[in-house]
């Protein structure tokens, strides 16, 4: 079972920036793809962005020039570091792990974090 903690969430103007982190800790092999998805008032979940394993990055057209998506392997962390906030990105962002359980089974599992949410002012 894999736990995901969320972390860096709150209140920004516009403008601003935030920088999200999740952990990934409990028992398991290896960690695959970790991204991050929103879900915007009234909005259904959203992708946000996506990095894989050796670094390659999948990120949504309305984040691109303005989130950045990375991982620390070591620690089995994923980051979003949000600039150029505007109100539009108010939602709460999730966390999004696919993981192997064990080194016999090829079959990846997904998990998800309980979500932080992130507010953005005009």
């Known amino acids: 079972q894999v736990d995901l903690v969320e972390s860096g969430g709150g209140l920004a103007q516009s403008g601003g920036s935030l920088r999200l982190s999740c952990a990934a800790s409990?028992?398991?092999?290896?960690?695959?793809?970790m991204g991050w998805y929103r879900q915007r008032p009234g909005k259904e979940r959203e992708l946000v962005a996506q990095?894989?394993?050796?670094?390659?990055?999948n990120i949504a057209d309305a984040a691109k020039g303005r989130f950045t998506i990375s991982r620390d392997n070591a620690k089995n962390t994923v980051y979003l570091q949000t600039n150029s906030l505007k109100p539009e990105d108010t939602a709460v962002y999730y966390c999004?792990?696919?993981?192997?359980?064990?080194?016999?089974?090829?079959?990846?599992?997904?998990?998800w974090g309980q979500g932080t949410l992130v507010t953005v002012s005009s």
């Open positions: 409990g028992n398991f092999f290896s960690i695959s793809t």
């Open positions: 999004n792990v696919f993981y192997r359980r064990s080194q016999a089974e090829q079959l990846l599992l997904e998990v």
């Open positions: 990095i894989t394993t050796s670094g390659n990055t």
